[in-house]
């Protein structure tokens, strides 16, 4: 009927929307990369390097010519799909951040999922049950979680379930070496053992990614636990619910339909934003884990100038940020039924 | 008499609160016989609420039913395990609330939220609700129910909302419908076609209702029995007729003498003996002070050639000492033509003229800091929403003296405590946050922060439209005495032409943001040309002529209704 394309043109205009963004993120991060201190060369030439050896690598990069030449030259190489070569790896950019981005997605996606799990029941008891001991146990975790660094909580539980217990296998990757990586369509282990009937490996590196990945979901639980019981709080409050109650609709009619779908759009927010923080800011959780993922590939690159492999980063955390906005937004849309008339 | 359908008796509702227990209902006692409307009167804070919360045992958290009992239909409500409750609210018993559009989930069709009810209590299997919400819709009397059925609460208006929560409230053909203050905050055409709604739907249905109000002339003409409450208690219970011929508790006729009547001055609304009754004088018009010409607000459709014409060359005149009223329903525009004058809006053509200057061609952003900007000024209709909530009230009275008349130091203390002392405010008050004061108390803050810089021309946006009607009552004389005190000017906007007459000499009414009519507030209540400004007078409920102090006390029943 007349809703759904109205809600398709606000997507459509959701996308265009995007399109300056990105412009504006592949100038900000050449120029930025650019502005960082040390010089590529210097490092790629290797410390017993001469003056001319190192001009030499400088002309061979391109570093020698002008900013103006240097950003045209980069995104003439964007447009035809190449990111460029990383100097600490050898590697081509693009191929290292399809391994790696995977395998922080697998992680960040794992820990939300299991933070969702624990932190909505727990911020809708509480709010159900203000001042009740759940309240209480709701602000514990809460506080703990925050205040906890992810570096002490991952080695706290490797300490507990690997060294002591030793139920989880040892803090070494994605993967145990005595298995195969699966073949890859997804990137994600265990859907890809999955979809290859390997459930060996499934198993293998599910059972890799669960101290990680609850490490991380700790942490991102605090937000989503607070924001879940203040909306629910805010919600349970309103008159269409006490309408709802005097009308003899059942609690959980009251509770599920009709309060935490209205509650629901502030979490999303903050789950989106959780998200995107935990994706590009888990380095000490990857560092503690093994875990091959794009945030320590990004601080090493950081440190020694690694401009196409700093750029790449940035880039394609740009475009996930904007994907993600965007799917924020398409859902928000589809929830709430006031937001397909704006224009 | 037959066994009532709802028997309160001796009941008493207790709230724990940071200060201990606080009764808000102390031992009242209320019956409904089969097919009867029973209205409970009472100003806020009398309990009135909470009593019908309490028969539906959805009180809040905090409250708790302390003593007596509830009996429905044979069933002791306050013992009633939670199950049996369900089953009895929304089938046996509902309830329609106050700001319909509030009462509805705004994210949930409305069809569906009829199929809920419909469905929860079986009276419908998901095959064939769809049909049923339907049928509900039009018994409601919704227009084009099949497409209604898909609309969110905000693709609604108020009066169709309140509309939809009856559907709701009826659609499982209940024996009870208990209405809390259902029509507050509609204008007085919707509070008419809703309550007729309600009175024939359950006159067909024999239904008994529950009418929950602030009103007494919407009690007078839609209940059999009231009960008057004050502070918890019931103060007294009669007939309609016998009431309002015969009020027997004090409270009650205090209460009778603070509603506007068709023939009531504005002193009359207070009793004789208080020294607050204020009477207009009548003084000769003055120059033009405020000049509107051709004033025309078009906002911008969704497409192209959809535009709104807000306002639609609007002009008039309001004259130095003058009151001038501005009546209309909601979206007649008038509310957008303050903003105007404010200029908070810019008007897409036209001129408004202030005192002899042109302020419609200075732009709304850059009016805050013109020279008229101080002899205009503004009461608001929320008391509450406002004042800023972190201000006391000095501070949210000194606010435009220091902004705009720089004035510091001791001179703006002493402004301050002669202006709360001008509008009736105890200068102990004065340290006290918006949530620390009484609503008549905030609209004395909003008055006196309104009247500091002395301005010529006071814009009153409904200013008592939120608050009880004896609070109005005092309010209304308040602002008479200060115009003539501080020879203010008064556009008084409202959609309630019986408030208006009180303090105007003259009076626009406003639809579709044109002017129909206009004229000496006397003559239009007296004799309305226009049909339009008929149709707002005839819906507007009164409580029957001829009762205290008037001289036709005692006079036979005839009067009534």
Partial sequence: MVRVPKRLRLVGYRLLQAIPVLIGIVVVSFLLTRALPGDPAVYFAGPAASEESIEQIRVSMGLDRSLPVQFFAYVGDLLRGELGQSISTGQPVLTELTTRLPASLELTGFALLFSIAVAMPLGILAATRPNSWIDHLCRFVVTAGVSLPTFFTGLALVYLFYFLLGWSPAPMGRLDILYLSPPHVTGFYVIDALIDGDFETARAALAQLILPAVTLGLFTLAPIARMTRAAMLQVLEGDFIRTARAAGLSGHKVLYTYALRNAILPVITTLGMVFSFALGANVLVEKVFAWPGIGSYAVEALVVSDYAAVQGFVLSMALLFVILNLLIDVTYTLVDPRLGMED | ?561
């Avoid at chain 2, 556009?491 to 943001?513: P, Q, T, Y």
Wanted: proline fraction near 6%.
């Fill in chain 2, 1 to 561: 008499m037959s066994i009532p359908l709802l028997d309160i008796k001796a009941l008493t509702v207790e709230f724990g609160t940071r200060r201990g227990v606080v009764d808000a209902v102390r031992q009242v006692s209320v019956t409904v016989a089969k097919g009867e409307t029973v209205g409970i009167v009472g100003e806020s804070g009398s309990g009135k609420s909470v009593t019908s919360y309490a028969v539906m045992r959805i009180l809040d958290r905090a409250g708790r039913i302390a003593g007596g009992s509830i009996v429905f239909g044979g069933i002791n409500v306050g013992k009633a395990d939670e199950r049996t409750m369900r089953d009895l609210r929304g089938r046996e018993m509902s309830m329609i609330f106050q700001n319909p559009r509030a009462a509805l989930n705004p994210i949930r069709s409305v069809g569906r939220q009829i199929e809920d009810v419909l469905i929860e209590h079986s009276l419908a299997t998901r095959a064939d609700a769809r049909e049923k919400a339907i049928d509900v819709l039009k018994a409601v009397r919704i227009n084009d129910p099949e497409s209604r059925y898909h609309a969110y609460p905000f693709e609604l208006s108020g009066g169709m909302c309140q509309r939809v929560v009856i559907a709701i409230a009826l659609a499982c053909r209940p024996q009870l419908l208990i209405a809390d203050e259902p029509t507050t905050g509609l204008d007085v055409t919707t509070q008419k076609a809703v309550m007729d709604l309600i009175r024939e739907l359950t006159a067909e249905r024999n239904m008994s209702t529950l009418l929950i109000t602030h009103d007494l002339g919407l009690a007078a003409a839609y209940c059999d029995r009231i009960v008057v409450m004050e502070k918890g208690r019931v103060v007294e219970e009669a007939d309609t007729a016998t009431l309002f011929a015969d009020p027997q508790h004090p409270y009650t006729r205090r209460l009778l003498q603070a509603t506007p009547r068709l023939d009531s001055k504005v002193a009359d609304l207070l009793p004789e003996e208080d020294s607050r009754r204020r009477t207009p004088s009548a003084r000769p018009p003055g120059e033009a002070l405020l000049r509107i010409q051709d004033l025309v607000k078009v906002f911008p459709g969704k497409d192209k050639g959809d535009e709104y014409r807000a306002v639609d060359g609007l002009s008039f005149e309001v004259r130095c000492g003058e009151s001038l009223g501005l009546v209309g329903e909601s979206g007649c525009g008038k509310s957008t033509t303050s903003s105007m004058i404010m200029r908070l809006l810019d008007p897409t053509s036209g001129s408004i003229q202030f005192n002899g200057e042109d302020i419609g061609a200075v732009p709304g952003k850059r009016f805050a800091g013109h020279p008229a900007r101080a002899g205009l000024q503004m009461v608001f209709q929320d008391p509450t929403d406002s004042l800023n909530p972190r201000w006391s009230a000095r501070r949210s009275i000194s606010d435009p003296l220091m902004r705009l008349g720089n004035v510091r130091g001791s001179a703006l203390r002493a402004k301050v405590e002669a202006l709360a002392e001008m509008v009736g405010l105890p200068e102990h008050l004065l340290d006290r946050f918006p949530h620390q004061l009484s609503g008549g108390q905030k609209a004395r803050v909003g008055i006196a922060r309104a009247i500091a810089l002395e301005p010529k021309l006071l814009i009153l946006d409904e200013p008592t439209a939120a608050l009880d009607v004896s609070v109005q009552a005092v309010v209304l004389n308040l602002l008479v005495e200060l115009r003539e005190r501080l020879g203010m000017s008064y556009l008084f906007i409202s959609h309630d032409l019986n408030v208006v007459r009180l303090l105007c000499e003259r009076v626009l009414v406003m639809k579709a943001g044109r002017i129909v009519e206009q004229g000496p507030a006397e003559q239009l209540l007296d004799s309305p040309e226009h049909p339009y400004t008929r149709e707002l007078l005839a819906a507007i409920p009164h409580p029957p002529a001829g009762m205290v102090p008037s001289p036709i006390r005692g006079e036979p029943q005839a009067m009534v209704r």
